[in-house]
């Protein structure tokens, strides 16, 4: 297993290769964008700001860290840099051995057809159904690939761009598995996001996988868990005819959950917001204010958020951090250093038998007399996303 000292060496050396290479180019720009104040605007003020903000464009820049229980994390590896202008594989379905390193949860981020909205989310497989011999990464892998997929092949409805919401995306991924004759059981978790062009969110969230967003330097929003009973996630599921009647039989039942029964939430984005998608492998070990502390120390740590008089405030250009320029030599973008950054963290914490996290401090609520100690092993998987605005204007910045 990966030493924590080596860990953060590895990231520490990230972090610092990436203010090294940005600092000449950021002395240029020091502007920052502020959003603590709030003057009182004329009427003619309202109608330039409401036209403005009718043409506010976003974009996203994307990256996950992964891995798999009782494997060893490599933060040089255990990584994937999304590159919106590379194009989705034709295949819907990709073969095993191309599979991330992820173990049992999955993961996919596309771009929305030639937009620049962005659809991704994780799927976490339900690890009891290997007791009935059945991988649990064939549902959860292959329901990510075909999310992906129907992502990318969308066409836009110019009368109504919003048909295409997170419930639907996660609804198409789940047919195209229950269609899949290779998948003939097994079941996940889903937390899939829509992040569209205008800065609206959608989120659909189904089970124990969640996200958090963070805005100046605190948890602005965040999803609950949906569980039946502990431990007892909501699962989409296969649940095969056979096992069905031997439940009907003997008695018991199989989890089988749907779309339509997601929470589904949305959110307006700002510039600098950050994302956190994860599996309960992060959220088991992990409070939300441990996430947000290791989001601020790094975004500080650059100027991406800087301390200003208003309070945090956010640099106006956050392309020299999130996109590399050169493919030789390029800088690790900070949504792939922040994805790994917490990946690692929680899997330092899994393992720490000393530390209770929340999966531990869950089951002294539940079971006062059981004897659970430290951290909870398991598969990990971490999408980050950075918001950014395109073509703001200083002058309304400051307002918002």
């Not at 919106?84 to 057809?113: C, E, H, L, M, W």
């Not at 969110?201 to 948890?219: H, K, T």
């Not at 039942?253 to 998608?277: E, M, N, S």
């Not at 996109?323 to 899997?347: G, M, T, Y």
């Amino acid at each position: 297993m990966l030493s924590k000292a080596h860990s953060r060496a590895f990231l520490k050396s990230s972090v610092t290769c990436l203010q090294c290479q940005l600092r000449s180019s950021l002395r240029r720009d020091q502007h920052v964008r502020a959003f603590s104040t709030h003057p009182i605007l004329r009427s003619q003020d309202v109608d330039a700001e409401a036209q403005l903000e009718s043409m506010r464009k976003f974009t996203y820049h994307a990256a996950a860290s992964f891995s798999a229980k009782n494997k060893r994390f490599d933060p040089a590896t255990n990584v994937f840099h999304f590159n919106p202008y590379n194009r989705i594989q034709t295949q819907k379905k990709r073969p095993k051995s191309k599979r991330p390193a992820s173990g049992q949860d999955a993961f996919f981020i596309s771009r929305v057809n030639d937009t620049s909205a962005l659809a991704f989310g994780i799927a976490d497989g339900v690890g009891g159904w290997e007791d009935s011999g059945v991988d649990p990464a064939d549902f959860s892998h292959s329901f990510c690939d075909y999310m992906a997929s129907a992502a990318y092949e969308h066409k836009p409805d110019a009368a109504d761009s919003r048909h295409f919401t997170a419930r639907t995306l996660m609804q198409r991924g789940y047919d195209d598995v229950c269609q899949d004759r290779t998948i003939h059981a097994g079941g996940s978790t889903a937390c899939i996001a829509i992040a569209n062009e205008d800065g609206v969110l959608e989120v659909a969230n189904l089970g124990d996988s969640g996200f958090i967003q963070l805005r100046l330097n605190a948890v602005h929003s965040y999803s609950e868990p949906q569980i039946h009973a502990f431990n007892t996630p909501y699962q989409l599921s296969i649940v095969p005819a056979s096992m069905l009647a031997r439940a009907a039989v003997f008695g018991g039942a199989q989890l089988c959950d749907h779309p339509k029964d997601a929470d589904v939430t949305q959110h307006y984005l700002q510039h600098g917001d950050i994302l956190v998608f994860a599996s309960d492998g992060v959220w088991d070990n992990m409070f939300n204010q441990d996430v947000l502390r290791i989001v601020s120390r790094l975004m500080t740590r650059i100027g991406a958020w800087k301390a200003g008089d208003g309070g945090i405030q956010v640099a106006d250009n956050l392309n020299p951090y999130t996109e590399a320029k050169d493919s030789l030599q390029r800088p690790i973008p900070l949504q792939s250093v922040l994805a790994v950054e917490i990946a690692n963290a929680a899997k330092i914490a899994s393992m720490n038998q000393r530390v209770n996290g929340p999966f531990a401090k869950e089951v002294h609520k539940y079971y006062p007399h059981e004897n659970w100690h430290g951290g909870k092993v398991d598969d990990i998987c971490v999408v980050v996303v950075v918001v950014s605005e395109d073509g703001k204007s200083p002058a309304i910045g400051s307002k918002l």
